[in-house]
């Protein structure tokens, strides 16, 4: 069974880091890149990062705050978050895309995606 585990989510105050574990079983993993996504009630699914390869990927929002990388040996993808602020609150998601569609620039479109862990809550208190 092809299966993305999400852990590590929690409450946090302002100013705080969180890291973010997801966990790829039931396929090749080197064949996918993985990103992360987030929503927060009310909002639509965003595209936060992904890491395809060497190469990372961020929306603008999180640059220089948060982290991805990637432990091919456990199969595994970290998001490290740092200097954490109140809107960085939404249950964060990971994702399994094709490479081919992050060559094209296509990381933040959820559609690409190929599989989907079930979530973990973020909460940032002020």
């Known amino acids: 069974e092809r299966q993305l585990v999400e852990s590590g989510g929690g409450l946090v105050q302002a100013g705080g880091s969180l890291r973010l574990s997801c966990a790829a079983s039931g396929f090749t993993f080197d064949d996918y890149a993985i990103g992360w996504f987030r929503q927060a009630p009310g909002k639509e699914r965003e595209g936060v990062s992904c890491i395809s390869n060497d190469s990372t990927y961020y929306t603008d929002s999180v640059k220089g705050r948060f982290t991805i990388s990637s432990d091919n040996a456990k199969n595994t993808v970290y998001l490290q978050m740092n200097s954490l602020k109140p809107e960085d609150t939404a249950v964060y998601y990971c994702?399994?895309?094709?490479?081919?569609?992050?060559?094209?620039?296509?990381?933040?479109?959820?559609?690409?995606?190929?599989?989907w862990g079930q979530g973990t809550q973020v909460t940032v208190s002020s």
């Open positions: 994702g399994a895309v094709s490479h081919g569609l992050v060559l094209l620039r296509l990381w933040d479109k959820e559609a690409g995606y190929d599989y």
